[in-house]
C-alpha cells in the first residue's frame, strides 16, 4: 500500500532509476502523473488564436462589405448579438438536461436490479439520434407549439445518446477486483459508486459530454424552424433573401462556437481527469 508521501510525489527523483515497472517504463510515478496532466502551451493558444483571426477577419470583412438595405436590416439593432445569446443559452440549458438524464440514467442501468433495461433504454436513445433533427423538431411543433421548448426537447433528444453510452461503458470497463477492494474494506454501496466507480469512469464519461456539446451547438441552429431563435436565425435569412453576408456571418459564429466549446471540453478533460488516473497512466 502506498502512503500519503508515496502518493505526494515520494518516489525516485528525475533521472533516477525506477523502482519497478512504472521506473521501466520511463515514467517516474506521481512525477509522470504531473507530466501527463500539465496542459501543453498548444493546447491553450493555438485554437484560440484561429478563432481570434477568424473572428478578425471576418469581422474585417463584414466592415468593408457592400451591404444593402435588407443585409442591413438582418444585421443591425443588435440582432447578431441576440442572434448568439440565444444561440449560447440553448446550448447551455440543453446541455444541462442532458448530464441530469443521462449521468443519473446510466448509472441506474448499471445496477443489478435495473441491468435488463439496458438493451430497451440504449434503444430509445438510439432512436432519438438516428430520427432525422429537423424532423424530429416539425414533429415537436406540431406537439408542442413554437417556442423554445420543442428546439429544448429536440436537442436533448439528439444528445442523450452519447453520454448515456458513455457512462454505461465507462462504469462496466471498472476493473472488479478494485471494486471487490473497496468493498472489502467496508465501503458501503453509494461510498463504492462516489468514490470508485465514478472518479475512474470520468474520462469517458468527459468524451461523451464533450460529444454531446458539439452535437448540442449544432442542432440549435434548427430551433429557429420552430421558432427558438439561436444562430439559424441568421443562416436562414441568409438563404431565403440570397444575401450571403448574412449568411456567412452566421456559418462563422457557428463554426466559432462549436470550435470553442469543443476546446473548453478538451481542457475540462484534462482538469477534471482524476489525479490517481494520470499516475497511473
Not at 84 to 111: D, H, K, M, N, Y
Not at 251 to 280: F, M, N, Q, Y
Amino acid at each position: 500500500m502506498l502512503t500519503d508521501e508515496d502518493d505526494e510525489g515520494g518516489g525516485p527523483p528525475d533521472g533516477a532509476p525506477g523502482g519497478g515497472p512504472s521506473g521501466a517504463a520511463g515514467g517516474n510515478g506521481p512525477a509522470a502523473g504531473r507530466a501527463a496532466r500539465r496542459i501543453t502551451w498548444q493546447q491553450l493558444t493555438l485554437l484560440p488564436a484561429f478563432l481570434v483571426l477568424l473572428l478578425l477577419g471576418t469581422w474585417l470583412w463584414y466592415r468593408q462589405a457592400d451591404l444593402d438595405a435588407i443585409s442591413r436590416n438582418a444585421l443591425s439593432g443588435g440582432q447578431v448579438s441576440q442572434a448568439l445569446w440565444e444561440q449560447i443559452e440553448l446550448v447551455a440549458i440543453s446541455t444541462f438536461f442532458v448530464l441530469i438524464i443521462a449521468i443519473p440514467l446510466g448509472i441506474l442501468l448499471t445496477r443489478a436490479p435495473l441491468r435488463r433495461a439496458t438493451p430497451f433504454a440504449m434503444a430509445l436513445a438510439n432512436m432519438g439520434q438516428a430520427t432525422p433533427a429537423i424532423g424530429l423538431l416539425a414533429l415537436l411543433v406540431i406537439w408542442l407549439g413554437t417556442g423554445k421548448t420543442p428546439a429544448l426537447i429536440g436537442i436533448v433528444a439528439y444528445a442523450v445518446l452519447p453520454v448515456l453510452s458513455n457512462t454505461i461503458a465507462g462504469l462496466r470497463a471498472n476493473d472488479p477486483t478494485v471494486l471487490e477492494a473497496a468493498r472489502g474494506i467496508g465501503m458501503s454501496p453509494l461510498g463504492v459508486l462516489g468514490r470508485v466507480e465514478l472518479p475512474l469512469a470520468v474520462p469517458l464519461i468527459l468524451a461523451g459530454v464533450r460529444t454531446a456539446l458539439v452535437l448540442n451547438v449544432g442542432t440549435a441552429t434548427l430551433a429557429t424552424f420552430g421558432g427558438g431563435g439561436g444562430l439559424g436565425v441568421l443562416i436562414t435569412t441568409g438563404i431565403t433573401n440570397q444575401r450571403m453576408p448574412v449568411l456567412v456571418l452566421g456559418s462563422i459564429l457557428t463554426v466559432a462556437l462549436a470550435l470553442l466549446v469543443d476546446w473548453l471540453a478538451s481542457l475540462a478533460e484534462v482538469l477534471l481527469r482524476p489525479r490517481g488516473l494520470e499516475a497511473g497512466a
